[in-house]
């Protein structure tokens, strides 16, 4: 290694300041129960002292020898803390408890009968071993009952809460929300501060305020005590061994108000040789109550400094490029206590393939000038197509990428070795697929060039010294991957020697003279002029519209299920930072020295440490120069798309539905429409029902054109191709036909499958077949036509089959394709599963969710493939996150829904009752409802070039409706 590279980071051997999360790990690693293992925001209220008595076991062994633990009460979950270390943590999801109550002990049993009994049909270990890693889910056969039995309190002060958090969860689906909010707000007013614990009885008390205290993946809600010399928080529960932390003033250096979840209520605390501590108030008056009186009695800075001093220093060399950015961060609102805002860092080395690393040789650079999503002219040529198929007004406003460049997801995919178990939280106890893990710097490279739908930047770890974030120390398992290599380290570019090394020369291109003269362009794109606006639309740099401060005002929004959904939103998607310049931003002077040779790197331990960064370099709170348009253009009407009859089509045609009114309605078939989809230019609806009929409607004339009975068994769906004549019809006799309407007969009959064939569709040269008989089966469309073309009679075509693909274990029901990101998605008839595909290489699963209670109905994707919107018979509406799997808004519907369309923002829904329902995805509420199938509607087809929406349904018919 060259000495100046050697040296670079050999001031640095002090204990740093590494992120937020990892400071507090040995905190966490005291007592194995952390905050971490509930679901985002689910509260944790009290713990008892109990034994527990398992299924099955004998119970005077057990009476002898009790298993003993804590029983933790959260607001969505039970949970037992063995006191052996080495026996799993048990969790009780409460929607998964069909009975929470006193046990009733038989006559003669030597276990009190004050025993608290949880049946369940599934549980969770967590921790088993004492070891880190993915949370082992047991389903249960049938429901089993787990028994408790309280040591030092009595069973109804235990049971009190328990039983009215587990009836709020099964009792009051529509409630649920607004009951927990109650229960949270009644043991929060029941826990008093205790004036003992004060210092010093003199001290003068200055304010009491109710706060979270925001750490990564968690807010844990207390009550923040101010008095004249400290700074107290009470938890409202006994995550902590003290009751209340304390923070003294005398200590604090610095004091900065932050957004929080795109609300001004946060409030950081920077504390010397301390950590940061940040609180979320309840209201932006409270936060910014408790920042003046912090302010009043202490020597910390909170306002304006001069802005324009840092950037002359900067620009004269004074304070380095990392330096420069961690203080543009901070100015931003970015903590490395908030995942959703999280320092964000640019990639600058775009060389992972040559033996040595040469700074000298601008190809050896990203473009700066350029964000992510613009490096490949292809990729952003397509994203540029679907940015202008977007109409101009209606629906949500226009974007190029549906991902953005900072998110939770993205800064655990970095430090999941150094933090495990948030990448656990985040992903609903599991890691991610092994094939998606973080494994190779030029691979992560590679894919945020190339990737449908990646457009990452760094985080700060990559430009600091400590690189335990890109070595398997802990020695987690962390998955496979398909050709069988076991993730561990982080493979490294031939460049770098460890990692060591490779963080060291990564920091020195980030402070090199190419860099520094080109890195304005950078923070033009993240935090100055062009981040929004027309110079963003310039330069490709529009992102999903809810990543905006201003899109959305959470406080606006009364409905507790609405504000749960935005902020899940807000969680999956991240935060773009505040904008802090309006005009370009200034470049750096050349810092190069003589002969034109890189100049010398110095780095400063206060530098690297996050915290001193940002009480070091000063600074402020308020933008400076912002333009006064804020989120202007970022909202508009809400529209829905039409989709392609290949489904999924990322450039969608839309129609306004706010104001749907019956056209006509017509009586077509002898029984229940099962499938409707419309010919490539608009005007003819094709429509197959369960009388065998596949019948072909004109809607200029609104009069039937053709009709034609196909195969003896009823028809599930139907598919026109493109030379305008021949239609693909799916039915109940295992059968593929290709009908043509010229010739007025079926050309082909393909024997597909065992059981009834519910869906099909063809993806460019690719055939896919959906059926009852639990397989989806990609095709080989043009071999198989090719065969198939020279008989008229059923051929079994196995040969031609690419792929059967795994992961569906009952009937498939409904199934739908994204184009762009080459993915397939379909429903399951039992236990609400919902699977993913790659339809890119070997049809890979992406993922695998249990989304619904009961049978899934329909699923559709997002525009932009990000989501996956799905209903069921548990008369549920949901959003899913298709990378991460996790659920961002669920809604309980008056009636069963059977059939949906959506556009991303709204959804149209084909109700059992016959109604078809125009839904708000982003305010998580149903705007209008319309009544007149007379039973279920089954399908939805959206015509923009008549402006019309067609339902089809159980009562024969088809409805025309208007959309103005």
Request: proline share 5%.
């Amino acid at each position: 290694m060259d000495q100046s590279v050697g040296d670079l980071f050999a001031s640095l051997e002090s204990p740093l300041t590494e992120m937020a999360f990892a400071r507090d790990q040995d905190k966490f690693d005291v007592r194995r129960f952390s905050l971490l293992l509930l679901e985002t925001r689910e509260i944790y209220y009290d713990d008892y002292s109990v034994h527990y008595f398992p299924p099955g076991c004998m119970e005077r062994k057990l009476v002898q020898r009790p298993i003993k633990g804590r029983l933790l009460v959260c607001s969505n979950s039970i949970l037992f803390d063995p006191s052996d270390p080495l026996e799993p943590i048990l969790k009780f999801p409460l929607r998964k408890c069909t009975k929470l109550g006193r046990w009733e002990a038989p006559l003669m049993s030597p276990i009190s009968g004050d025993t608290i009994s949880i049946v369940a049909t599934e549980y969770v270990e967590m921790k088993e071993g004492n070891m880190v890693k993915p949370y082992h889910f047991v389903k249960l056969v049938k429901p089993q009952e787990f028994r408790f039995s309280p040591q030092y309190n009595p069973i109804s002060a235990v049971l009190g809460k328990a039983v009215r958090l587990w009836k709020a969860h099964r009792d009051h689906p529509r409630d649920r929300l607004t009951l927990i909010d109650a229960i949270t707000r009644e043991h929060c007013e029941s826990i008093q501060f205790n004036n003992s614990w004060l210092e010093d009885l003199s001290e003068k008390l200055l304010l009491k305020l109710t706060a979270d205290r925001v750490t990564p993946m968690v807010a844990n809600p207390g009550r923040v005590v101010l008095t004249d010399s400290i700074l107290y928080f009470q938890p409202f529960n006994n995550i902590d061994p003290e009751p209340v932390q304390k923070f003294r003033l005398s200590a604090v250096v610095r004091v900065v108000r932050r957004r929080y979840l795109l609300r001004q209520v946060g409030l950081e605390l920077f504390l010397r040789d301390g950590p940061v501590i940040f609180f979320a108030l309840d209201t932006e008056a409270a936060r910014d109550s408790l920042c003046e009186a912090v302010t009043k009695h202490t020597e910390a800075e909170s306002e304006a400094e001069n802005q324009g001093n840092m950037m002359l220093q900067w620009q004269n060399g004074e304070l380095s490029n990392f330096d420069y950015l961690m203080y543009l961060n901070r100015m931003a609102d970015r903590s490395f206590n908030d995942l959703t805002q999280y320092p964000v860092f640019p990639w600058v080395v775009a060389d992972y393939t040559s033996k040595t690393l040469d700074l000298e040789n601008p190809a050896t650079f990203r473009d700066l000038t350029k964000p992510i999503g613009a490096l490949n002219d292809d990729r952003l040529a397509a994203w540029k197509q679907r940015y202008d198929d977007m109409p101009p007004e209606g629906g949500i406003p226009k974007f190029l990428y549906g991902t953005h460049y900072s998110s939770p997801g993205y800064v655990l995919y970095y430090t999941v070795r150094e933090c495990p178990e948030y990448m656990l939280c985040l992903q609903n106890g599991k890691y991610d697929n092994a094939d998606r893990m973080f494994r190779s710097i030029a691979e992560t490279w590679d894919g945020v060039n190339n990737g449908i739908a990646d457009v990452k930047e760094l985080t700060p770890e990559f430009y600091m010294p400590d690189g335990d974030f890109l070595r398997n120390v802990q020695r987690l398992d962390l998955g496979t991957t398909q050709d069988t290599q076991k993730v561990d380290d982080v493979e490294l570019p031939p460049w770098a020697a460890d990692a060591k090394d490779f963080l060291a020369k990564f920091r020195q291109a980030l402070e090199c003279d190419h860099v520094s003269n080109n890195i304005h362009h950078w923070i033009d794109l993240i935090f100055g002029y062009k981040q929004r606006g027309p110079e963003a639309v310039t330069a490709d740099n529009v992102f999903y519209y809810i990543t905006y401060e201003g899109a959305v005002d959470l406080d606006a929004i009364a409905d507790p299920s609405e504000r749960e959904s935005l902020q899940a939103q807000i969680m999956e998607f991240g935060q773009t930072p505040k904008q802090l310049f309006s005009i370009p931003h200034p470049s750096r002077r050349s810092l190069a020295g003589a002969a034109g040779s890189s100049p010398a790197v110095t780095v400063s331990a206060a530098s690297v440490d996050a915290s001193a960064v940002a009480v070091t370099l000063g600074g402020t709170d308020e933008a400076v120069n912002v333009d006064g348009g804020g989120a202007a253009g970022l909202c508009g009407d809400a529209s829905v798309c039409a989709a392609s009859p290949a489904g999924g089509s990322a450039t969608p045609q839309w129609v306004d539905v706010h104001h749907l009114s019956v056209s006509s309605y017509h009586k077509l078939h002898r029984d229940a429409i099962q499938d409707a989809t419309l010919s490539s230019d608009g005007r003819t609806l094709y429509t197959v029902s369960q009388d065998c009929n596949l019948k072909l409607f004109n809607l200029d004339s609104l009069q039937q054109s053709h009709a034609a009975p196909i195969g003896d068994m009823s028809l599930a769906c139907c598919h026109p191709l493109d030379d305008g004549v021949t239609v693909m019809v799916g039915s109940w006799d295992n059968n593929v036909y290709w009908y043509n309407i010229e010739f007025g007969r079926v050309m082909a009959t393909l024997d597909a499958h065992d059981d009834a064939v519910c869906r099909v569709a063809v993806y460019g040269d690719r055939l896919i077949t959906a059926s009852w008989d639990s397989t989806v089966k990609i095709w080989d469309y043009k071999a198989a036509a090719s065969e198939l073309s020279s008989a008229v009679c059923k051929r079994r075509t196995d040969d031609c089959v690419l792929a059967e693909l795994d992961g569906v274990d009952s009937e498939v029901k409904c199934m739908d394709v994204h184009v762009d990101r080459e993915l397939l998605v379909v429903g399951g008839s039992h236990e609400g599963r919902v699977v993913i595909w790659s339809l890119a290489g070997s049809f890979d699963v992406i993922q695998t969710m249990g989304v619904h209670e009961e049978a899934v109905n329909d699923v559709a994707f997002s525009p932009d493939g990000q989501r996956i919107v799905s209903c069921g018979n548990d008369s549920l509406l949901k959003v899913t996150s298709v990378d991460h799997g996790n659920e961002i808004s669920s809604f309980t519907m008056d009636t069963e829904i059977c059939c949906i369309k959506t556009n991303g923002q709204l959804v149209l829904a084909g109700g059992e009752n016959g109604s078809l329902i125009v839904f708000d995805l982003v305010q998580n509420c149903v705007l209008s409802c319309h009544a007149k199938h007379t039973a279920a509607i089954r399908t939805i087809v959206i015509s923009s070039t008549t402006n019309r929406v067609i339902t089809g349904g159980d009562d024969n018919a088809i409805c025309v409706w208007n959309t103005s």
